[in-house]
């Protein structure tokens, strides 16, 4: 099993870029789910999927992030415009019958 | 709402135990738990559905109790390998679809030789 699959796993970007990340969940997983992890706020969770459905988008912090899910086996995660405070590591993770896989995880900086 | 996990930090010698709770202020369906090494991701250790159930991996158990909204973490007799961050993550009754975990804030585990 290739286990979640993230890229790119390090991205440096000036202030007021486009940053998209990509995810790849673990074929037949039917739940994807974006997390943010800071040492500020810890592992917050940004919007879930499920069967390639929004659920919950509650914890998009702005209108400048965006989620998408064109079918199961691909998402994205963009940041139009990107500021400093968007730093972080993005989490991509996907879960089946409530056994949650995380990705390694896309470290964010933007400069 | 983020479960509250105590302690923030622990540090034990090789062979000691620990506990770490995690604790809600809702009615939890089930919780989650999950260490994570210094810049890795999250690794998936248990999850307890039932009120009072106990799980282990390795020498790592965990408690459920549904009543008090609360679980505990125990680390036995900890090796080296045991040290990272330890994270709870909590599921709702009632949710639509999907298991959309909360995590508290993490307890950092150093486990020395």
């Known amino acids: 099993d290739a286990g979640v699959i993230q890229s790119p796993r390090h991205e440096v970007t000036e202030m007021g870029q486009e940053v998209t990340l990509r995810c790849k969940p673990i074929s037949g997983h039917n739940s994807l789910f974006w997390y943010r992890q800071t040492m500020m706020r810890g592992l917050e969770l940004l919007i879930y999927?499920?069967?390639?459905?929004?659920?919950?988008d509650s914890g998009m912090p702005e209108d400048r992030f965006s989620a998408k899910m064109p079918n199961a086996s691909f998402s994205t995660l963009k940041i139009q415009p990107s500021e400093p405070r968007d730093s972080a590591v993005y989490f991509c993770a996907s879960s089946l019958a409530r056994r949650t896989s995380f990705g390694p995880g896309t470290r964010l900086t933007v400069t | 709402q983020q479960p509250v996990q105590s302690p923030q930090a622990v540090i034990l010698r090789e062979g000691e135990d620990a506990v770490i709770n995690c604790s809600s202020s809702k009615a939890l369906y089930s919780v989650h738990w999950y260490r994570q090494k210094h810049g890795e991701a999250p690794v998936f250790l248990m999850i307890l559905l039932k009120g009072g159930e106990q799980k282990g991996h390795e020498k790592i158990s965990a408690s459920f109790n549904e009543k008090k909204q609360q679980s505990s973490l125990y680390l036995t007799a900890s090796q080296l390998s045991y040290s990272g961050t330890y994270f709870c993550g909590t599921e709702m009754h009632g949710k639509a679809a999907g298991n959309k975990l909360t995590f508290g804030g993490g307890t950092r585990v150093l486990v020395k030789p």
């Open positions: 999927f499920n069967n390639n459905v929004p659920i919950d």
